[in-house]
């Protein structure tokens, strides 16, 4: 199958202290990457999520807006007092929040990128990680929406100068969620108040279907709540979190996680066999299923099918981070923050362990968009040493390391899984997992991780067990589930079975001819 | 047709009968207020003509001695719980009132209640371990009762041997109950809460709403506990109190400078 469009090329950014500069991705000629982008200064920089603007703030008043795949600025805007910006995700439109002093300066200003001027603003008290980006949109920018108090305002995305065009009144509304793909659902959180428990509602975008929730789910002892919709806008995962744990389980509050759907066939908590707080939730790529990491460590980690239904338990470890791959398939279990960093990857298709390996001391990790390399970096605000960028294939053996004095931001530029063809060497090569892979896998890789064979192959050094304890193994053995070993029993018993045997034979002989005789 | 009569004195006029025919499983039940006991015994004895039975009348009352009458309706009663053998045992008096007010139980005997069932529950499991392995007995009820307490979520899965029975502890009932359930999805805000929720009609099962705190949730109808339709928690249209309140301000909000002298 020849296609006849190249698949995108991968680029890696990469920001430092002094500025941000764009890399040429994997694969690597000669073990560096090449550098498409010298070092451009800047505090802050990132992509739009589609890869196709990337926008640079320099020195806390200008905005550059660069084009994702030639790296030529496009516009640059000058707005003082600036404190943050986002882009739409298409790349269209700039938002941008300037620090206001009186309720008359209209703070908050949506700029369209393409003729550089201001399409709308409106003014904003402050900025908390709930109302930024104030305007949501789509990710086809078909719906845009904002949320103002007491009620969610809907824009047409083409022509923002005829402002909202209506607007769903929601009383007490603290936080919305825009489904993306498509963009026909919107997620209203309403917190608790005087005795009404805290409810999420899911709502249509459409102005006409709006006048009931489609899905609502109520629950009391929850203060903060994160909402995640999967691509195809079908299933909604709401982790809602309380600082305080009434049930005095945990210093750290309680976390609870709640799935909805669209259609209805789920309303309620999804239900997890580990108590504990809910560590990370992920969609896959496909939004057909989700992977949940929960429990006190060390944490158990499970995939769940769209309809709430358990349908792969990934073991127990000291994992608190799930990465899915974008081309399907693999999943990433990992252990960062303050754990150690294990990284267990797993075939979920085929239900295998693909390897294991540390990265220690790291603080994000993402997949490459072509799903062959996952990078995972240390960063600066978090961690002052060991800055770095560590590269892994997809079964856990490193491909590239780079150290940094100072490293702030390692980002790979975002594309569509789509433009990128399956992995078809990953097809090949869990089929074919046996030892021989992993001696391979040992001479080519030059840091220190312990690829493991799958177990069904691994071979444990058998436990001592003092000879008075055999009696003991044999009965909890047999307890649990497990089948009495025969090869243990001794000489001795073994010569008292059979005379014991030869008796009830004789014994049963005597008694049929006894019968026989009467 | 053969048809009983159950029948049972609820008052002195009236007169309970519940008539089962045996042809079918059909079991009505009709209430008949009668004014005097001799109306009632016309009443018995024409049923006793179509029926073919017996029936000996005393004068005073219509008490009805038959061979087919079932007379134990409102007499079935046993004992749920068992009270301790040591009235002031200050370990097992500190014990129990650590239990009663982690899941929010109403007084001791609620939780002797548990203790009982589960001490019977124990006692059918330890004497099933006496009998032989392959007696018939032993795997039929054995099996039984694991189902039950697989059923209840009182077993995991993977403890499937009476052994395990042999090892529940009263927790294990208590962690079942309705209203830990509804506390611990946090559907309440404590466990007082969650009886006063219960006890209150706003929670239901399935479709079911249940009244009852001590209600034992299955396994797979765990994940259905939500608030009911027609409760105000769960979209339902707002309690008694809140309609009153909203219809006060709506009325001063509309006649404000009308007269206000019954509002109270």
Known sequence: ?518 | MQSRIRCGLLDRSIFRVSIISSSKATNELCYIVISSAAAALDLLRLEAKLANETWCMSASTATVRSSSIDLRLGCIHGKTFKKPRRPYEKERLDAELKLVGEYGLRCKRELWRVQYALSRIRNAARELLTLDEKNPRRIFEGEALLRRMNRYGLLGEGQNKLDYVLALTVENFLERRLQTLVFKSGMAKSIHHARVLIRQRHIRVGRQVVNIPSFMVRVDSAKHIDFSLTSPFGGGRPGRVKRKNQKAAAKKAAGGDGDEDDEE
């Open chain 1, 1 to 518: 199958m020849t296609s006849i469009v190249q698949s995108p090329n991968l680029e890696i950014l990469a920001r430092e202290p002094e500025g941000f500069s764009i890399w040429k991705g994997p694969p690597f000629n000669n073990g560096q990457p090449a550098i498409k982008l010298e070092r451009v200064s800047c505090t802050v920089a990132r992509f739009s999520d589609n890869g196709s603007r990337l926008m640079v703030t320099k020195n806390n008043s200008v905005i550059s807006v660069y084009d994702g795949y030639s790296s030529n600025e496009i516009r640059s805007f000058e707005i003082p007092s600036l404190l943050g910006a986002a882009l739409s995700p298409c790349g269209t439109y700039l938002q941008t929040f300037q620090k206001s002093t009186n309720p008359q300066d209209k703070n908050v200003v949506l700029w369209e990128i393409h003729s550089g001027a201001s399409v709308y603003q409106h003014f904003q008290k402050n900025m908390t990680k709930a109302t930024w980006p104030s305007i949501q949109f789509s990710s086809d920018e078909s719906v845009a929406c904002r949320l103002a108090t007491n009620e969610i305002q809907f824009f047409d995305s083409k022509d923002f100068s005829k402002g909202f065009i209506y607007r769903l009144r929601l009383p007490g509304v603290a936080a919305i969620e825009l489904s993306k793909a498509p963009g026909s659902y919107i997620a209203a959180f309403l917190p608790e108040s005087k005795g009404i428990p805290a409810s999420i509602q899911i709502f249509s975008s459409n102005k006409d279907a709006q006048t009931q929730p489609i899905a609502r789910r109520s629950f009391f002892r929850c203060s903060t709540v994160t909402m995640h919709w999967n691509k195809l806008s079908s299933g909604l995962l709401v982790v809602a979190q309380s600082d305080v744990d009434k049930t005095n389980q945990s210093y750290y509050g309680e976390s609870k996680l709640n799935y909805l759907t669209t259609d209805g066939s789920h309303e309620g908590l999804v239900s997890l066999r580990k108590e504990g707080p809910v560590h990370d939730v992920q969609w896959s790529y496909s939004g057909l299923e989700f992977a949940v990491v929960y429990g006190f460590m060390p944490a158990k980690a499970t995939i769940f099918d769209k309809k709430g239904n358990p349908s792969l338990e990934l073991g127990q470890g000291p994992y608190n981070t799930v990465r899915f791959n974008p081309k399907g398939r693999v999943v990433c279990l990992a252990g960062f923050g303050n754990l150690p960093g294990d990284m267990a990857f797993w075939d979920y298709k085929e239900k295998k362990l693909l390897g294991t390996t540390k990265a220690e001391c790291s603080v994000t990790s993402e997949w490459s968009p072509d799903g062959r390399y996952f990078m995972t970096a240390t960063t600066a605000p978090r961690l002052q040493i060991d800055n770095g960028i560590k590269i892994f294939h997809h079964d856990g053996s490193l491909y590239f390391k780079k150290m940094f004095n100072k490293l702030h931001q390692a980002d790979w530029k975002p594309e569509t899984p789509e433009s990128f063809s399956d992995i078809d060497e990953l097809v090949t090569a869990v089929n074919t997992i046996k030892i021989g892979d992993n001696e391979k896998k040992a001479q080519g890789s030059k840091s220190t991780e312990t690829s493991k064979i799958p177990a069904s192959i691994a071979q444990k050094p058998a436990a001592y067990r003092p000879p008075h304890a055999k009696n003991a193994d044999s009965v909890k053995a047999e307890l649990f589930g497990g089948i009495a070993p025969a090869t243990e029993i001794s000489k001795n018993a073994l010569r008292n079975k059979k005379r014991r045997e030869k008796q009830k034979e004789k014994k049963a002989a005597e008694s049929g001819s006894n019968a026989s005789i009467i």
